[in-house]
């Protein structure tokens, strides 16, 4: 049984750029969630998706937005990037919200 | 606001002694709580979840506690292992919000 996969593991861009990071949830699961983890810091989160929309949004700018497809697999979009963008960016899936399995996250450089 | 502290100091343990991690909490109710493992360059993996009304938990050479009048959780790793070296975080949850909100992790360093 595959657990929680993401793409692509690292990613470097340019300030202004865009970036479009994916996630596959473990198998059984129907809610997806994105966190972003700056050095020496825990996640924070930035959204979580339910049945294909938005269910929850953390204190982010609109730059970033997301999307789940029929499948539950979930994208999120950063756009005009920032140099403080930097950061491992985590997908989480969940059945039960109080159990969630994280990915092995997306390593972005902003330069 | 809410807030959640884990010591941010670095611990550093003798192989085979316990480990008790600390997660403490402000301006937060929570329906539960969680810890997880945190590798450098990795995701979080999820070792344990208590619930409000549960007092402690364990799991193997695990143990939880979780106390809701002083907003605090203890994390133990028994007989710990240079194995167990890593972050350890703790992530609060309740009902009404799905989102968890989590500590700054804690290092722990076990020497052989």
């Known amino acids: 049984d595959a657990g929680v996969t993401q793409s692509p593991t690292h990613l470097i861009k340019t300030r202004g750029q865009q970036v479009t990071l994916r996630c596959s949830p473990k198998s059984g699961h129907d809610t997806v969630s994105w966190y972003q983890q700056a050095l020496g810091q825990g996640p924070q989160f930035i959204f979580q998706y339910y049945e294909e929309e938005e269910r929850q949004r953390g204190n982010f700018p609109d730059r970033f937005s997301g999307h789940q497809f029929p499948n539950y697999s979930s994208e999120l979009n950063v756009n005009a990037l920032l140099l403080g963008d930097s950061a491992l960016y985590l997908c989480a899936s969940s059945y039960d919200p109080a159990e969630q399995y994280f990915g092995p996250g997306t390593r972005l450089t902003v330069t | 606001s809410q807030k959640i502290e884990q010591n941010s100091e670095a611990l550093n343990i003798q192989e085979g002694k316990t480990a008790t991690l600390t997660c403490n909490y402000t301006?937060?109710?929570?329906?539960?709580l969680q810890w997880y493992r945190q590798d450098p360059g990795r995701g979080p993996v999820f070792l344990l979840l208590i619930r409000e009304n549960e007092k402690e938990k364990r799991k193997e050479r695990l143990k939880v506690t979780f106390d809701t009048t002083l907003k605090q959780s203890l994390f133990h790793i028994t007989a710990s292992q240079p194995a167990d070296s890593a972050t350890y975080l703790c992530?609060?949850?309740?009902?009404?919000?799905?989102?968890?909100?989590f500590g700054s992790g804690t290092r722990l360093q076990v020497q052989p």
């Open positions: 992530a609060l949850g309740d009902t009404g919000r799905r989102a968890l909100t």
């Open positions: 301006n937060y109710s929570p329906a539960y």
